[in-house]
């Protein structure tokens, strides 16, 4: 429940009750008392099963969070809250949980970023290191949008020509319209969403929509089968061993089509490959922490912002360590 609620229940104004409960009902000044705010480790909340991912409290400020699988968002989930996402001083921090604890973390899942991957490497020797297979289809995703994108921007310079060809000869310009209502730049525009789903899951108008542009750009065509080809991957496959299969079948028809945008894209998941096929043993994926960095932000939106940053870093450990 928020303070303002509860301030209104016992006839307070938001603003005392919220500052009698920060300077004397809530042991925030006891709490502040020599801890530097900007690592908080909590040894006794790592698991065998762990999550490491980036948030952002306040002003862009971006903090590395470690969270434990098995707690699901509840308290104890929050292994460790570190300001900053550079590895050397993650690594440092992290480094003061004593080594029996980190030893026995079996697998942590993560990002594609780099330096999360150093810290990982560093900090839990034997742990399996699991890349959130939503991020590389996010990163095939972002392939197929750049070529829609790119024929957008085609479209926008085709019809700026004709309008400047119809002023230049008097005459009032009318784009071509295809039979879902949409003129090509429209097509292209409104075409965004529906490329991320399975056909199974389009609207009658998706569907619609789909056909005309498909049948207009077989480029885009090719691109989301692909696209939908690397999602099955995941869904379908079994054991590494056939992931892995279908992964090498997968490059194959990417350096056939030859779009570069998708190439770019297989190269970034070939860099990456192992973490890839980790996720066949387990199937674990990040969504932990993405879902605990949506309960972060859910919190702060609650508050309205952060005015103090240590009072919010001090409501967290209370709610999550």
Known sequence: MAISSIARQNKLTPSTFKKQYKEYLSDFREWERGLVVDALVYPKNFGPRMSIDETSLQNGELYTIVTNKDKKGKKG??????????????????????????????????????????????CFLNAVITGDRFHFQKVVSEGVQEIRIKLRREAIDEENAKIMEAREQKRAYQPYVYENGDTKKQLLARSRYFLFKPRGKWTASQAERANVLFETYPELNKAYDLLMYFRNIFEKSKTREEGEKRLKEWYGKISTNGMAELISSANTIKNHEGKILNYFHTRSTNASAESFNAKLKGFRALLRGIRDVNFFLFRVEKLFA
């Open 77 to 122: 989930a929050l292994a460790a809250l570190i300001k900053g996402t550079k590895a050397s001083v993650v690594i440092k921090e992290l480094m003061s949980v004593p080594v029996g604890t980190r030893m026995k973390v079996e697998e942590i899942t993560l990002d594609l970023a780099n330096n999360m991957d150093w810290i990982c490497r560093t």
